[in-house]
């Protein structure tokens, strides 16, 4: 039986650059300090390489992260949005659960 783990971490960021090997370079913004910001190197996930989903520079994308490796990630979803309104979308939502 595999168990499965909940801990990961979801952020919001722009892709700044892409890599070799399907890897991109992502600049994260905090939602609760957007003046800071710090860059990972992300890969794609499973479902979107199937579905054949394209990243390019400048795209919008919510990134999964593993607490033990901050340094890399998993590029999970791809936003029609500019940067501002998902990251005020999401706080807009964050607001509403508590």
Not at 63 to 76: A, F, N, Q, T
């Amino acid at each position: 039986m595999v168990k499965e783990k909940n801990d990961a971490i979801e952020l919001i960021g722009r892709v700044m650059k892409c890599l070799p090997n399907t890897k991109f370079l992502v600049e994260i913004r905090d939602t609760n300090k957007p003046e800071e910001k710090f860059t990972v190197e992300c890969y794609l996930s499973g479902k979107m390489r199937v579905h054949y989903i394209k990243i390019i520079v400048g795209d919008v994308v919510t990134v999964e992260m593993s607490p033990y490796d901050l340094s890399k990630g998993r590029i999970i979803y791809r936003h029609n949005k500019n940067l501002e309104e998902v990251l005020k979308e999401r706080e807009q939502g964050t607001q509403e659960q508590k």
